[in-house]
Structure formats: structure tokens, C-alpha cells
DNA sequence: ATAATTTGGTTTATAATATAAACTTATTTA
DNA sequence: TAAATAAGTTTATATTATAAACCAAATTAT
């Protein structure tokens, strides 16, 4: 049978940073918006999710003078990525 | 960099269907909705966009005196899915 | 025989989503 | 100091997913 599939992981872009964070220690939003090529608001409302879900943190700083968002994966958000993966796969396999 | 995924495909139950249909010649209405869990309505809607996309064929035709809607995959939903599913290891790998 | 229920769907309405466009605030460059 | 750029956020819109309501024919119960 078809497990469900997490609805705050399977989004293009949500997936895409959360397969992002899940190489680095943390990656700030300039970068994030450059590695998916997704719009700044479209990013910054997809961000906010995962960081509602709990699956990311986001920190709020500045780089020099400029203003820098820096993201990165919890616990709970390696844990959904990897379950979402593994449903994932009772789709595309077989 | 990420690809982009295929929105037809990109839909859990559109997704279940083509899945379900990768494995066999074809499939009825109701057995889809058994093995998917759909509602009727949830299902109907999807079969028409997956036919509309030219990634199944429907034919309705009837089965003793019942009506009987018959699904199956075409090279067009196979090749997509193949794709998809090349298009997801590049987020969930790595 | 006919009323109620079930089967096999479709259509319509609604809620959620994704996305882009418009906007804001501060900074740097001309 | 005016214009342009950076780094986002907020708001509006279009699309989606989904369920609820509906329909017609067949079956079962009375």
C-alpha cells in the first residue's frame, strides 16, 4: 500500500532546501535562493513553513552591515526528510 | 542543481496511480481506489488530468451489466515517470 | 412490484498551496 | 544626494487537491 507522503516535504521547493540542509552544517538564504533558483518570496514563504513544522531554524543576523538569514536542518527535520524519502520510494520502486 | 519535477507526476495520488499502473496492463476504477485508498471523486479527478496529459488511457466500458473504467499507462506516462523518478534522486540522494 | 441500498462513477464547491508581484528598509555606488 | 542594489517580507492570484454532493443503473430486501 501507498504510504502518505509528508505534505510540508513533498513541495519542490521545500524539498529542494531540505535536501539542501541536509548536506550542510547551515546555509544562509542568498545562497539557498542562488542553489534552487526559486524567487525571493516564494522562498521566504516556503522557509517560514519549514520553520513552523519545526523542521529548520532560522536565524536572523547580519553578514557586515547586511542583513543575513541563516537556515539549518533540526533533529526533527533529518528525521521527516529521511521517513519522506523512504515513502517515497514504495512510490518509484518496483 | 535541482531539476525541475514533472507537476502532473508530482501529486501523491497521481503518483500512486501511475505507480500502480507501471506494474500491470491495466487497472479498473475500483481496484485503483482500493490499492490508492482514494475517495471517488479525488480519484475520477486525477485519472482525468493523467488522461488529459496523454500519460494514461481510460476506457469505460462495462464488466457483466456494471460500468467499468479501465486505466492503463502509455509510453508517453511511462517515459514520464521514468523521468520523474530520475528528476527525484536528485533531491533525495546525496 | 417497488422501495431501499449499493455500485461506479462525475460534477461542483471549498480549502490549501505554490508562486509571483509589489513593497519595505537599509546599503552601496554613481 | 540620487539612483541602484541587496535582502527579505507581505499580499494577491492562480492552481491544486480534496471532499461533499450528486446521478444513473443495478442489485437486494420487503
Redesign the interface.
Same mark, same amino acid.
Given at each position: 500500500?501507498?504510504p502518505?507522503?509528508d505534505p510540508i516535504l513533498?513541495s519542490?521547493l521545500r524539498?529542494?532546501v531540505v535536501?539542501l540542509l541536509a #548536506?550542510v552544517e547551515s546555509a544562509d538564504f542568498t545562497y539557498i535562493k542562488k542553489?534552487? #533558483?526559486a524567487t525571493a518570496g516564494n522562498l521566504s514563504v516556503q522557509i517560514d513553513k519549514l520553520s513552523s513544522a519545526g523542521y529548520i531554524t532560522v536565524e536572523k543576523g547580519f553578514k557586515g552591515k547586511m542583513p543575513c538569514t541563516t537556515c539549518s536542518l533540526t533533529p526533527e527535520g533529518l528525521e521527516a526528510f529521511r521517513k519522506?524519502?523512504d515513502a517515497?520510494k514504495e512510490?518509484?520502486s518496483?
Open positions: 500500500m501507498f502518505k507522503l513533498h519542490e524539498l529542494a535536501s #548536506g542553489q534552487t #533558483g519522506y524519502v517515497l512510490y518509484i518496483n
